[in-house]
């Protein structure tokens, strides 16, 4: 059964036992989903994320969802794009490899992520998509309980872009057997 699916929408409306939030390291809030996030949980979002002291880039912090529909809220912030020198693709692996650990140690079953980095931060959506595919593949290859994770793509471009990532990643494992 495919455990990784990729779907159009706002991750705001997702009941998943997670969702994962493309913060920036103060975690006080700031734009795109960051901000679509905070305005749907409620002001009691913000009152636990300022007690966190902020978060380095790749790495994560749970919170409570407050008024999302989902239980816990993994706030990861994402490599800002420099041109590919500063070690974003391993930053950027971390962000989803790290919000999955989080996610599980939480009792968490289904997680559902945004496209990290690929708004503000200007991480290429192509070379984004192919990173988050294959670093959460290999995650659910040796965690069995970890049952679906779902990626939501905010606009259609992001969604081909993730979509042919997916796609690409099946073709390579099937030749590869
Ligand atoms: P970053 O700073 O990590 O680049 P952004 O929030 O600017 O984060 O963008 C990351 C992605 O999230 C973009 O593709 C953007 O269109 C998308 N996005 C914005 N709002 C939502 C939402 N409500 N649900 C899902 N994705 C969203």
């Not at 905070?38 to 409570?64: D, F, I, M, S, Y």
């Not at 968490?108 to 998509?129: E, K, L, W």
């Not at 290859?141 to 979509?163: G, K, L, N, W």
Request: proline share 5%; charged share 15%.
């Amino acid at each position: 059964m495919q455990r990784l699916h990729i779907t159009l929408g706002d991750i705001t409306h997702c009941t998943t036992d997670a969702i994962v939030n493309a913060a920036n390291t103060s975690l006080l809030g700031g734009g795109g989903v960051d901000g679509a996030i905070h305005r749907a949980a409620g002001p009691a979002l913000l009152e636990e994320c300022r007690k966190l002291g902020g978060c380095p880039t790749g790495q994560v912090k749970a919170t409570q969802a407050y008024r999302l529909p989902c239980r816990f809220g993994i706030h990861t912030p994402g490599p800002i794009w420099h041109g590919g020198t500063a070690n974003e693709d391993t930053l950027l692996s971390d962000c989803y490899r790290n919000s999955l650990i989080a996610a599980a140690a939480l009792g968490c079953r289904t997680v559902a992520f945004p496209s990290i980095s690929t708004g503000v931060y200007r991480f290429p959506v192509h070379r984004a998509a192919n990173i988050a595919v294959s670093t959460i593949r290999s995650y659910l290859r040796t965690h069995p309980e970890m049952q679906q994770v779902t990626i939501v793509c905010f606009d259609q471009t992001t969604f081909s872009a993730y979509q042919t990532a997916l796609s690409e990643s099946e073709y390579n494992d099937a030749e590869k057997r």
